[in-house]
T-cell receptor
Framework: GQNIDQPTEMTATEGAIVQINCTYQ??????LFWYQQHAGEAPTFLSY??LDGLEEKGRFSSFLSRSKGYSYLLLKELQMKDSASYLC??????????WGAGTKLIIKP | GAVVSQHPSWVICKSGTSVKIECRSL??????MFWYRQFPKQSLMLMAT?????????EQGVEKDKFLINHASLTLSTLTVTSAHPEDSSFYIC????????????FGEGSRLTVL
């Protein structure tokens, strides 16, 4: 079966750095996405990785290792507004998106 | 960037009534739109794929007669929850793939349905 694993919840301090991991087992791979979802709102796109390596976009970076079936989202200089759920999603061989359950990130002052 | 608009944002209805939710792509054409449902503290669950000009493709376990999907134009897809019951109360979100190589999804604002 297809499976995406990410931690259920993480806590970090304002101004710090946090890394949210995602491991996947899917039938094929055509890219990995990270989305941010604030409570009661729809997800918003953060990043896309299709090749191995690190993609940096401001305070957020996303890393992919296809051989390990592994990705992480790195958030730097955390702000209170970063408190949200972070969803990892993989596009499989049929270009269907497989969603992880999301990681709820709690930022403390 | 691509904008997807969803309406209504929230709706309360009585059990047994039907509710229609609209999803529009405002600045691009979407031949495909996806309808998701999300229960509290759970991830997105794909309900169906809406295809312009043809029948929607439903995921296993989703009743097509209960969740009617119509994709009548390249910018509009609608989801009608028929004979709604309290267990249908949920957050319904539509999305459409963008035109870039990644095919990232652009989401509507979501519609929170409460069935009394």
């Amino acid at each position: 079966g297809q499976n995406i694993d990410q931690p259920t919840e993480m806590t970090a301090t304002e101004g710090a750095i946090v890394q949210i991991n995602c491991t996947y087992q899917t039938s094929g791979f055509n890219g990995l996405f990270w989305y941010q979802q604030h409570a009661g709102e729809a997800p918003t796109f953060l990043s896309y990785n299709v090749l191995d390596g690190l993609e940096e976009k401001g305070r957020f970076s996303s890393f992919l290792s296809r051989s390990k079936g592994y990705s992480y989202l790195l958030l730097k200089e955390l702000q209170m507004k970063d408190s949200a759920s972070y969803l990892c999603a993989v596009k499989d061989s049929n270009y269907q998106l497989i969603w992880g359950a999301g990681t709820k990130l709690i930022i403390k002052p | 960037g691509a904008v997807v608009s969803q309406h209504p944002s929230w709706v309360i209805c009585k059990s047994g009534t039907s509710v229609k939710i609209e999803c529009r792509s405002l600045d691009f054409q979407a031949t495909t739109m996806f309808w998701y449902r999300q229960f509290p503290k759970q991830s997105l669950m794909l309900m169906a794929t809406s295809n312009e000009g043809s029948k929607a493709t439903y995921e296993q376990g989703v009743e097509k007669d209960k969740f009617l999907i119509n994709h009548a134009s390249l910018t509009l897809s609608t989801l009608t929850v028929t004979s709604a019951h309290p267990e249908d109360s949920s957050f319904y979100i539509c999305s459409a793939p963008g035109l870039g190589d990644s095919g990232e999804l652009f989401f509507g604002e979501g519609s929170r349905l409460t069935v009394l």
